[in-house]
């Protein structure tokens, strides 16, 4: 799954442009790239996670966030969040960005994640129709489920959602956001 020979931005912490490389072997070599991750919630609040599919390059079968992807090297941040918003949950929605965060971590089959990750979210009662090839399964949960079950099983979801889902649901409580499920 989603092993196409597919190009990521590599930046420096400034988040200046300093190249492209084939997206498995910067996870080989730990090169800082851009990602996003999108997090979306319905009117009542509740979070939309995806489970990903079990044959994923890494991190298969793990809960995240509703989205996540690598811009390509002609788009930006939010163009890259509106495209796999559409091709693997099937939706489309107003996406805002809320902040980013640069992390490194060791993952599965060799690689690591070194990423500035923009995070945007949004809001829509829009079911999802998922591609199957990156998704296996999804469900909307509360807060304090989430809360609950991430301290309970954190090894049932992938290392970046961990890192912030909680600077999330700050800004979530601290009344930044509203409805919205204009397209």
Sequence with gaps: MDTTSTYVVLINERDEVTGTMEKMEAHRQALLHRAVSVFLFNRQGEWLLQRRNL???????????????????????KEAALRRL????????????????LYKAELDNGLTEHELDMVFIGFTDEPPAIDRNEVHEWKYVTSGQLSRHLET??????????????????????????YDNQN
Excluded at 159 to 172: A, H, N
Aim: charged share 25%; net charge positive.
């Design 86 to 101: 559409r091709e693997e949950m099937g939706i489309r929605c107003m996406l805002h960005p809320i902040f980013r965060f």
């Design 55 to 77: 044959q994923k390059y890494h991190s298969g079968g793990l809960w995240t966030n509703t989205c996540c992807t690598h811009p390509e090297p002609h788009e930006s941040y």
């Design 153 to 178: 099983a954190p090894d049932e979801y992938t290392v970046w959602f961990r890192q912030i889902y909680r600077k999330v649901e700050k800004y979530l409580i601290n009344g930044i956001h509203r």
